[in-house]
């Protein structure tokens, strides 16, 4: 029977040489298993090592690949064992989830807390937050001295605790991220020093206390000088509506000089980005401002748009986005973008998302912060509504722009667009006039135009039509003009598009009849 086993194992080994695969340089496979780690890292089961059990070739690679084995996400003691020896000198990425029955982790921590760059810890219950830093804080005076990034989540809902002071006996030298989940740090927390990422998320609790107030939260800034990257997702809790910056002029501000990226989420956004100085502009700056209440968001949307005016660049590409009926997004670039679909890498200037009650309240603050920020170098304009038709008003602040030479609409937003490149509008004439005023068509300076997801008819592709002689004849050019993924509910369009080339140079016509 043994002589048959190994006979049907060799059998199966021959079989499995004669694929392409199995041909491949065991260096190219070795790196094809560092992209699928890079892939599912984030995977808790570590999904990246069932390539160690697909074949002998692919184990005997897997196992001597040690960037696969660098990753301890169990309380398993055995496995911490199997992972330190096959990692063998490389950093590791710890993850606990603690709960109390598996306490048996903390003696081992000393095993690997020399190696470990990335540490997360995700704790349930008191207990297990005291001994896990008891555990650490027995490991002193051992500094991890490769530790790069720290993450506490607590999931906890009886009290916010802190993070212990005295968990090393100095900051770790190669400190930089810091993220916390539910629990605070002290503002006097020497950890801060050299810290160029924080993350406090959801740090209070849904009773009385009230944790983390501004000042608090200003004063740990303040003890962390050398910040680059700061995400404070509702980090501070609101009871009585959006507060002014007027009320916090007691506090002193902070200045964080090498500050680039802000992301701030919760009603409190314009009241820590007005306490917050740093080299402007910004070079990424994320807002969401969740269910504001109805009587608060009439004055606070134009108090955020007169605090970001200064911190952000000049937009040249400004994009809208108005969906489930309720939700209001912005996302700005500078010049160095003023393509209509930016690169997946092309990392916006400012991103600001609204979710409001009622679609009123999204159009009133889509008006506000239009008359507020100034957008006069835009030069890309791109607009997309899903929900309920947009008035024909939102296109004033757009109308009369020098710069604005490329625009795509999309949705629901085509026909109060076009409703708005008919109209014509006064301006003052020059001296060498006889008149004292002249009439200009809207969007005069309009040379590419992306109209999708456009139902139309013959009735309404006559009136488009007949703006566009119009316009020509008043000397507003259109170069191009693209027409795609629109239903046009006539018989044929062979005509339209004949007409359309005989006003624009150069036509794209992908629609649907």
């Known amino acids: 029977m043994d002589m048959l086993e190994k006979s049907i194992y060799a059998l199966k080994k021959l079989h499995n040489s004669l694929c392409i695969v199995e041909r491949l340089p065991e260096e190219l496979l070795a790196t094809i298993f560092k992209w699928r780690l890079a892939m599912e890292r984030d995977s808790r089961d570590c999904e990246w090592l069932r390539v160690s059990q697909v074949c ?5 690679v897997a196992l001597d690949c040690p960037a696969l084995w660098c990753f301890y996400r169990t309380t398993n003691l055995t496995w911490l064992e199997v992972l330190l020896r096959r990692s063998r000198t490389l950093p590791l990425y710890v993850g606990q989830n603690l709960h109390e029955e598996n306490s048996g982790w903390f003696p081992q921590a000393s095993l690997y807390i020399k190696r470990t760059r990335d540490l997360t810890f995700v704790v349930h219950c008191n207990t297990q937050w005291r001994r896990i830093f008891e555990a650490l804080v027995k490991l002193q005076p051992e500094v991890p001295p490769l530790l790069d990034s720290l993450n ?42 050299n810290l160029t990422s924080l993350a406090l998320e959801q740090v209070y609790y849904h009773g009385e206390t009230l944790p983390l107030s501004l000042a608090q939260l200003i004063g740990i800034l303040r003890q962390a000088p050398k910040l680059e990257k700061l995400k404070l997702y509702r980090a501070c809790k609101v009871e009585d509506g959006v507060e002014d910056i007027e009320s916090h002029s007691a506090i002193e501000t ?26 402007t ?10 269910s504001l209440p109805s009587r608060e968001l009439v004055r606070y949307m134009p108090k955020l748009c ?19 009926r309720i939700e209001l997004q912005y996302k700005c670039w500078g010049q160095e973008n003023l393509s209509v679909d930016p690169a997946p890498l092309m990392t916006p200037d400012l991103e600001l998302t609204l979710r409001a009650h009622e679609l009123n309240q999204v159009d009133h603050s889509f008006t506000q912060s239009l008359q507020t920020i100034s957008l006069a170098s835009l030069q890309v304009l791109d ?6 038709p947009t008035t024909v008003g939102i296109w004033l602040a757009f109308e009369d722009l020098e710069n604005l030479t490329t625009v795509r609409v999309k ?13 014509t509008y006064s301006v003052k004439a020059d001296a060498s006039s006889k008149s004292r005023y002249h009439t200009r068509p809207s969007f005069k300076s309009l040379r590419i135009l992306i109209l999708q997801k456009w139902f139309f008819n013959s ?20 170069q191009q003009l693209e027409i795609t993924d629109s239903t046009f509910s006539g018989s044929d369009d062979t005509d339209i598009v004949e007409q359309l080339r005989e006003i624009v140079k150069d036509v794209i016509w992908d629609v649907k009849i």
């Not at 007169?306 to 489930?324: F, G, Y």
């Not at 629901?412 to 109209?423: E, G, N, S």
């Open 459 to 478: 009735s309404s592709m006559d009136e488009f039509l007949t703006c566009l002689a119009a316009r020509r004849r008043c000397g507003a050019v259109l």
């Open 383 to 388: 607009i997309a509504v899903s929900s309920t």
């Open 411 to 423: 949705d629901l937003a085509v026909p109060t667009f076009l409703q708005a490149l008919k109209k």
């Open 306 to 324: 007169s605090t970001l005016v200064n911190r952000i660049r000049p937009i040249h590409h400004l994009q809208v986005r108005v969906a489930d």
């Open 254 to 279: 902070v200045h964080l000089s090498c500050l680039r990226h802000i992301d701030l989420d919760g009603p409190r956004c314009n009241a820590i980005l007005s306490q917050i100085t740093h080299p």
């Open 152 to 193: 506490v989540r607590w999931t906890g809902y009886d009290h916010v605790p802190t993070l212990p002071d005295n968990l090393f006996t100095s900051p770790p030298p190669r400190l930089r991220t810091l993220t916390l989940f539910g629990c605070m740090i002290d503002n006097n927390a020497s950890l801060l020093l």
């Open 281 to 290: 502009p910004l070079p990424h700056i994320v807002l969401q401002l969740s």
């Open 56 to 60: 002998t070739k692919w184990r005997s």
